[in-house]
């Protein structure tokens, strides 16, 4: 067993992703679990994928619940304040030693692009929102749920249904039809155009905060499962943002672990690669 652990986890709409490391920031694990957004699923579903994806992350590392003293997770519906405290019950309950903290999926995602530096970053998921900091202020713009998240895979699928590329999902989960929309060559020219908008509307979440932040040539990156499946949204987003697009320093899980080991190690302690 190891004496102390720390843990990080990137919740989304659609996976998980969590990760242990020691205390000096040498990684340990990473898993990946099931969906965990509160606007999507039920509580007591979100509770049960997080008990199952700690337990595995923490089995892989080798350690035991009460050792882990520092968990910081980001979760695509933590701007909600219900939300936020939910969370911060529902590791609590299954880390009772840790120091837990809880903020959005766009805080760590920024976080571990920037390195924690001023910036700002659109996360384009099962959602989308931009999160920037600038001098001290922050901004946030986009992130308001199902069926309002312009450039999101949610926002996609729904484009594509409404242009007959797909039949409405039974369940509602409109994401889950973009992997399909990727793989059928008769929708390559229609999902072009939808990819062409959807970098605009990304870039627009880009300009709101950099807007809120007056800041003229802000330091922006994109990130997210959206951005990763698809080069030519990337290149359509920066075809309509008038900056260039800064590589990310890491990912989100990484500044998930970093948050955690803020709270819980010395200042000089080092983030290593997963």
Not at 95 to 109: G, K, M, N, Y
């Amino acid at each position: 067993m190891m004496n102390q652990v720390v843990m990080g986890l990137d919740g989304g709409g659609t996976k998980t992703d969590l990760a242990v490391a020691t205390p000096a920031g040498a990684p340990l694990a990473r898993v990946r679990a099931g969906g965990s957004s509160l606007s999507r699923r039920p509580p007591a579903e979100v509770e049960a994928e997080l008990a199952a994806g700690i337990r595995a992350a923490l089995a892989a590392a080798g350690a035991a619940p009460d050792e882990c003293t520092a968990a910081a997770g980001g979760f695509a519906s933590a701007a909600d304040p219900a939300h936020r405290d939910a969370y911060s019950a529902m590791l609590q309950r299954q880390l009772p030693r840790a120091r837990v903290e809880v903020v959005t999926d766009a805080e760590i995602a920024w976080r571990g692009a920037t390195g924690g530096r001023d910036g700002i970053v659109v996360l384009a998921g099962t959602g989308s929102i931009a999160w920037g900091r600038y001098h001290g202020r922050t901004a946030r713009a986009g992130g308001l749920g199902p069926g309002r998240d312009g450039g999101s895979a949610d926002w996609l699928g729904r484009q594509a249904v409404a242009a007959a590329l797909a039949a409405a999902p039974a369940d509602g989960n409109y994401a889950a039809l973009v992997p399909g929309l990727a793989a059928a060559p008769a929708a390559a020219e229609r999902l072009a155009a939808l990819l062409a908008q959807a970098g605009r509307e990304l870039a627009a979440l880009l300009q709101a905060c950099a807007r809120q932040l007056a800041w003229a040539a802000p330091a922006a990156y994109a990130v997210g499962g959206l951005i990763e499946r698809f080069p030519a949204l990337r290149a359509a987003l920066q075809l309509a943002w008038p900056h260039p697009l800064l590589p990310p320093q890491a990912d989100a899980i990484a500044g998930a672990l970093a948050l955690a080991l803020a709270g819980a190690t010395p200042a000089t302690a080092r983030l290593e690669p997963l």
